[in-house]
């Protein structure tokens, strides 16, 4: 084989395993899309007619024609998935023994082999680990065909829409994301999905928040939907107790701050003198306080964004790290000039939501975990292992967010150069979703005090970014996702306060009143307090304009009602509260049957 076939080969491996990672976190994401996601869809349906006929006009690489394949998928698409676990195990075997026995039969039966491959594919826990199983055992072009299906559901939605809401209704409360059957490398799973006297399946709200933290995430009283939450304690407290420590599932340094180096990009502790560490190819200016946090940094997201290192395992690399750095280097500068011209904290906090899930994707590749790894995979199973990083934010309410088609571009770049196929796990939509939801529930850090030198935006106040934090957004020093205390709602009397008394981004959630095991526990999302030069009306009036065009709700706390109002909050901007959650979530919430029964919009 001559090298420039053989790196052809290797390339094309490559992609397909950057293809299945992005399918492995675009698995996550479609199975919960929500209606308005569909009804984009359905607005897009030109952009996607477009796409689907310049992929039919691309020679394929497994020999079977384009409109043979998509016809085949939708077919696929169209088909109920099995109700439960026994039922997918069942499923998962007949279709890999049929393929099999397809394959047996010789090329023409290719195509309905590949078919079964990716039946049992659609219902597998960990799709990843499947494809390099699938990669090792069945002929090379059926696994080619394997791969063209799986990167054609990636990229384009299902002709038939209605395939969507089937998909969607498969999940429920009882099963997250990770639904189905196994392998060699997850036996485990597998058993306790199979086994019949191992423990079902929990419900999200069971196994989150985990009991170690003393709250449990209830629906709100007086909302029949059950779709408003609120944290409840779940034993007394007293004023000053610790409730709960947390740690952000992401997290970024305020911009002009990151661009200091001043302060840790990992864990916010501020750095004395030039003890700091500076990796030499950060075009970000990223500086650690330790090599833990440098080591962590880089698993979770910074190889993949700003970093030249392999994203694969070396047994899996075949050399593209080496062939991919001048790509590399060329996406993430275009991607860090943009990052830094914005001087916004939500692209880099999308970007590195969207990176860790790969990381942890491509961490659960290596054949054998260690150190850094280990640690990181334990720390993204917050709940236990069968719920993903989007299953914690699926959940939360939130207003549309906007990413433009340049940005999307620029994010894809960088990620598709580092890994072909990887660009896939993102989509214009998909990051307008992750961004409405960052922006909404994120919580402004803030410690001894917070800063007073943050850089006036210039921006009206309507267009600035600005976080959950008692202490107003411009005190704070950087901004994360905390997934147990995004649920907390907001009141201008809070019993609570979130707290960086560590000097780092860790949260510690502190009682500011006596709290009864059973009640809710709220905090304050802006500055509620008295400036000198206000009156109390006109703090009362900045809080609840802050509050109404920050989170979209008018604020009916008891102080609000108990404190005088002139009568005229027509400049608030909201009548009502205008967030929401996801349309799946509503439905499951409301009820499996309602579910299951209702028609695609
Ligand atoms: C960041 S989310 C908090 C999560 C929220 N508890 C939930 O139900 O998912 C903010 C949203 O919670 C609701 N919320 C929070 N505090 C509230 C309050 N005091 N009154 C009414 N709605 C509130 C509003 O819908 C607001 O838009």
């Known amino acids: 084989m001559s090298s420039r076939v053989s790196t052809v080969l290797t390339v094309a491996g490559v992609t397909a395993l950057g293809g299945l990672v992005a399918y492995a976190v675009y698995f996550d994401y479609r199975r919960r899309t929500d209606g308005d996601f569909r009804k984009r869809l359905r607005k897009d349906k030109k952009k996607v007619k477009n796409a689907t006929q310049s992929q039919a006009g691309e020679a394929s690489a497994s020999g079977v024609g384009p409109e043979e394949l998509r016809a085949a998928l939708d077919k696929v698409r169209d088909e109920e998935l099995p109700p439960d676990p026994e039922a997918k195990e069942q499923y998962f075997m007949t279709h890999v023994g049929m393929g099999e026995q397809l394959c047996a039969q010789g090329p023409m039966f290719y195509l309905p082999a590949a078919l079964s491959f990716y039946r049992a594919l659609r219902v597998y826990p960990s799709p990843v680990e499947l494809i390099m199983i699938y990669q090792k055992t069945v002929p090379e072009p059926v696994f080619k065909i394997i791969m063209e299906l799986t990167q054609q559901d990636v990229s384009v939605p299902s002709s038939t829409e209605g395939s969507v809401q089937r998909e969607a209704s498969d999940e429920d409360e009882t099963s997250p994301t990770r639904s189905g059957p196994p392998s060699e490398a997850s036996s485990q799973e597998w058993d306790r999905l199979t086994d019949p006297g191992s423990q079902p399946m929990q419900r999200y709200y069971d196994v989150f928040p985990p009991k170690s933290m003393n709250v449990s995430v209830q629906p709100a009283p007086g909302d029949a939907s059950k779709v408003r939450k609120i944290l409840v304690a779940e034993k007394d407290f007293e004023p000053g107790d610790v409730i709960y420590k947390e740690r952000p599932i992401v997290a970024v340094l305020d911009p002009d701050l990151q661009a200091q180096g001043t302060y840790c990009s990992h864990c916010f502790r501020y750095i004395q003198g030039d003890s ?186 309507e267009e600035q970014e600005r976080m959950r934090t008692p202490h107003g957004t411009s005190r704070q020093i950087g901004s994360g996702l905390y997934p147990v205390s995004a649920y907390i709602t907001h009141s201008c009397a809070p019993s609570a306060s979130p707290s960086f008394s ?18 809710e526990i709220t905090m304050a999302y802006v500055d509620v307090s008295q400036h000198p030069d206000e009156t109390p009306e006109q703090a009362k009036r900045r809080r609840r304009i802050e509050l109404a065009r920050g989170w979209r709700f008018k604020c009916e706390c008891e102080r609000c009602l108990s404190e005088a109002t002139d009568g005229n909050e027509s400049d608030l901007g909201v009548e009502k509260d205008e967030s929401k959650v996801e349309d799946v979530v509503n439905r499951v919430e409301a009820g499996a049957e309602t579910y299951l029964t209702d028609k695609p919009q």
């Open 276 to 461: 700091a560490i500076r990796p030499e190819s950060d075009r970000l200016g990223s500086v650690y306080c330790s090599e833990d946090c440098q080591a962590k940094a880089k698993i979770q997201s910074h190889n993949l964004l700003f970093g030249l290192d392999p994203v694969l395992p070396p047994e899996l690399d075949h050399g593209q790290s080496q062939l991919s750095k001048p790509a590399r280097e060329a996406a993430q500068s275009k991607f860090t000039d943009y990052i830094k011209k914005e001087g916004r904290s939500i692209p880099l906090l999308s970007a590195r939501f969207v990176a860790r899930q790969i990381a942890i994707e491509t961490a659960k590749m290596l054949p054998i975990k260690t150190g850094p790894v280990v640690e990181e995979l334990a720390e993204a199973s917050i709940g236990g292992t069968d719920y993903s990083l989007y299953d914690h934010i699926e959940r939360l309410r939130f207003v549309e967010g906007k990413a433009s088609e340049s940005e999307t571009k620029l994010l894809c770049d960088v990620l598709g150069a580092a890994l072909p196929g990887l660009e896939q796990s993102v989509t214009e939509e998909r990051l307008a979703t992750y961004q409405g939801k960052l922006a909404y529930n994120a919580i402004g850090v803030c410690y001894s005090g917070g800063r007073d030198d943050k850089p006036d935006s210039g921006k009206r106040p």
């Open 502 to 519: 560590s000097g780092t981004s860790e949260l510690s959630l502190i009682a500011s009143k006596p709290i009864k095991k059973g009640e």
